[in-house]
């Protein structure tokens, strides 16, 4: 008889919306070659948060974003969503998603396309209505617009795909790549409803190339490169560098100090600002001054912190793939 739960791990369990434990998932070709796509993949994701799946083509975040809905089977490995285990029907009902290439019946309109959502999801025919027009708008579209879904452009297609997914009202939602397609407008108010989801309790889990969004609003991450995570953990914890130093942010800054700074390495632009490193609190202090003392203003200062997109080249970077292209180096 296996033994039960410890009352420890039921709390965390309950307080996990997924985790996934040594998961792989490994292809065969028609000459019967395998080829890997997941291996050994483990984390978890706290029910509330919002947590970022990075990683370059190929790396194997749609294969397991699919296992986790059970669209696939994994080929070795566990895991639970919403403390059920993974590819229940039960546990599909709860949740959202948005493939990163979602497909569509552009005969309808959004407003019929969602009322057939709804009728999949089992939501009651009274007030479905309201429910769709208040989703459109929540998404940045019209709820009165009539008009076909085929001649809708590719961002407005996108928000129909988010308008779907959280059209049930799901404890977890699942985005893969939701800022596809999408201009700065259509990007912020994406990350507007994401940080609004998490206001109201639910978990969001994305997929993502555009780091800057991932840094902004994820409260964890993983790099997956090769279908294995790299890294995993909060945000703040993987930028942290160690002995890295101070930066100084200035604007004003005298052209001659910005000559011999940029010239040494130790400043960068930032829009109508400066970044200026020093490696200890001396030269940090000296620099202020000299800031000062040539009519410069100072702004802030700070420990030095990595940026996420310096983070993730450098796993790619171990991992022997080419910071530029995502693929291995000497590969065409």
């Known amino acids: 008889m296996a033994p039960s739960l410890t009352l420890a791990a039921m709390r965390q369990e309950s307080a996990a919306a997924l985790t996934l434990e040594h998961l792989a998932k490994t292809y065969r070709d028609s000459w019967g070659r395998r080829h890997p796509a997941l291996a050994d993949v483990s984390f978890s994701v706290s029910r509330g948060e919002i947590f970022g799946l990075l990683g370059p083509n190929g790396a194997g975040k749609s294969t397991a974003l699919k296992i986790l809905l059970g669209l696939l089977r994994p080929s070795g490995g566990t895991g639970t969503l919403l403390g059920l285990p993974l590819g229940t029907a039960a546990a599909r009902a709860r949740v959202g998603f948005l493939p990163e290439n979602p497909y569509f019946y552009d005969y309808l309109s959004a407003q019929e396309f969602l009322d057939t959502c709804a009728t999949l999801s089992g939501l009651p025919r009274r007030g479905r209505g309201d429910l769709i027009a208040l ?42 790549e939701p800022m596809s397609g999408l201009d700065p407008v259509g990007r912020r108010q994406v990350r507007d409803l994401m940080l609004a989801l998490k206001e109201e309790g639910k978990t969001v889990i994305f997929s993502s190339h555009v780091l800057p969004d991932v840094e902004a609003l994820c409260d964890r991450v993983a790099i997956l490169v090769k279908g294995r995570v790299r890294r995993e953990g909060a945000v703040g914890d993987l930028l942290r560098i160690e ?53 410069g203003s100072l702004l802030a200062m700070r420990p030095r912190q990595a940026s996420l997109e310096e983070v993730f080249l450098a796993e790619l970077d171990q991992a022997g793939l080419d910071t530029a292209t995502g693929l291995e180096r000497g590969v065409a």
């Open 243 to 295: 002995d890295a130093g101070f930066e100084i942010e200035v604007s004003g800054l005298a052209p001659s100090l910005w000559e011999t700074w940029s010239d040494q390495g130790i400043a960068r632009q930032a829009g109508d600002r400066v970044l200026v490193t020093a490696a200890t609190q001396d030269e940090m202090e000296t620099r202020v001054q000299q800031v000062l003392r040539s009519g």
């Open 135 to 176: 989703t459109l708008d929540r998404v940045g579209l019209d709820p009165e617009e009539r008009r076909r879904l085929r001649k809708f452009s590719k961002g407005m297609l996108q928000r129909v795909g988010l308008a779907q997914a959280i059209l049930h009202d799901p404890e977890l939602v699942i985005l893969d």
